[in-house]
């Protein structure tokens, strides 16, 4: 217990000697510290403090840089797709248009080989009148010459008729 009790007793007595050393040596260490260390330290904080401001702005500068480029990029593929768009609904007029003159064209060739079939069967028809005509002028002769040349009676006159329409039609098979 006596130890406590000097010890605090030393602790606690005012020494001016002591105060005026510890003074003078907090003094010349504090002058020491803020010449070699915290110049250094504080020029080693500044730079890189400054360096960090340099980061930031950089940082920003690149990030309006890059949303301007990203306007551009959208407004390029908003562009594009207009684009593609107005080619495609070209396209496709062109191809109406083409599948109209198609159409068109098929339509004219048609009536133009329609009317072609319809004179050529008109032709036909006119010449097979006329053929049938010079058959049955012939025909007419014939029979009356046949009558002429012999008086029948209604039967003859039967008999040799369907003879003369045999007659007729074998000389139309050989030649159909």
């Known amino acids: 217990m006596n130890f406590l009790l000097l010890a605090s007793n030393s602790f606690t007595d005012v020494k001016p000697g002591l105060i005026i050393w510890t003074w003078i040596t907090f003094i010349i260490v504090a ?10 330290l504080l020029s080693a ?11 930031i702005e950089s940082a920003k500068r690149e990030r309006a840089e890059a949303e301007k480029l990203l ?5 390029a593929i908003a ?16 191809m109406e248009k083409f599948r ?11 009536d133009s080989l329609k009317l ?4 050529a069967i008109v032709e036909e028809r006119t010449k097979a009148i006329a053929e049938i ?8 002769i014939a029979i009356a010459e ?10 003859k006159q039967t008999a040799l008729a369907q003879q003369f329409v045999q007659d007729l039609g074998k000389k139309q098979t050989p030649s159909a």
Do not use: Y
């Open 116 to 119: 072609d079939a319809q004179r």
């Open 31 to 40: 002058i020491l510290l803020r010449k070699f260390a915290w110049g250094p």
């Open 71 to 75: 306007g551009e990029q959208k407004t």
């Open 45 to 55: 904080v500044e730079g890189r403090e400054k360096n960090i401001t340099n980061a």
């Open 100 to 110: 109209e003159e198609l159409m068109n064209k098929a339509r004219k060739e048609a």
């Open 146 to 155: 046949k009558l002429l040349g012999a008086n029948l009676d209604d039967a």
């Open 79 to 94: 562009a594009a797709r207009q684009e593609a768009a107005d080619a495609v609904r070209k396209t496709q007029a062109e």
């Open 133 to 140: 005509k010079g058959e049955a002028v012939k025909l007419s």
